[in-house]
Every structure is written in structure tokens, then in C-alpha cells.
């Protein structure tokens, strides 16, 4: 059986995506993705765990150090990662 409507990859992705609602998810994931790019590779090997959860990005570090640099830089690096995220997907940074 043929189909009257031929669709691209890339709007039956958005389609999967919007179907499901995976976007806020995805937003999150890319997030993680980024957090080397924004705070480079010194920070990122220090860093044991990140996750996001309603917003707010946690952060788990294993240099006392950073993390008191990181204390100082939040709202600086919550802007960064926002900015390269497209959309305010990080409302707040909590350093643990």
C-alpha cells in the first residue's frame, strides 16, 4: 500500500519527538553534552557526576578547589550553558 503524503527523516524525527515528549528531556541531555565545552577539560575531569533534574543542574566534584571557583562562577557559567542550550534550561546550580 503507497502513502498519499511522503515525509522527510528529519519531520518524522520531530514528529517521534513532539508524539512522545521527548524535547525537554533531549534539552537536558544536551546540557550534559556541552559541560565540557563550556567549562573545558580540567573542570570536566574533576567533575564525578552531573545530572539535571527540573531545572536544576547538579554538580558533583571531586577538587575542593574547583568547587569553590565553581561557587563564585554560577550565574556566570548558568548563562554560558543556557546561551549554548538555546533556551533557559538550567534555572539554577547546585555544587555538591
Do not use: C
Not at 522527510?8 to 565545552?37: D, G, Q
Not at 567533575?47 to 531545572?55: A, N, Q, W
Not at 568547587?67 to 554560577?74: A, G, S, T, V, Y
Amino acid at each position: 500500500m503507497r502513502r498519499n503524503r511522503t515525509i522527510t527523516l528529519k519531520e518524522a524525527l520531530e514528529e517521534l519527538i513532539k508524539e512522545y515528549r521527548l524535547a525537554p528531556k533531549l534539552k537536558e541531555a544536551s546540557v550534559i553534552n556541552i559541560w565540557e565545552n563550556v567549562t573545558g577539560r580540567a573542570i570536566a575531569a574533576r567533575t564525578k557526576k552531573i545530572y539535571i533534574r527540573e531545572g536544576v543542574l547538579h554538580i558533583y566534584l571531586s577538587s575542593a578547589v574547583v568547587k569553590n571557583e565553581l561557587m563564585m562562577l554560577r550565574e556566570s557559567l548558568m548563562q554560558q550553558i543556557n546561551s549554548k542550550a538555546g533556551e533557559d534550561v538550567v534555572t539554577q546550580i547546585v555544587i555538591h
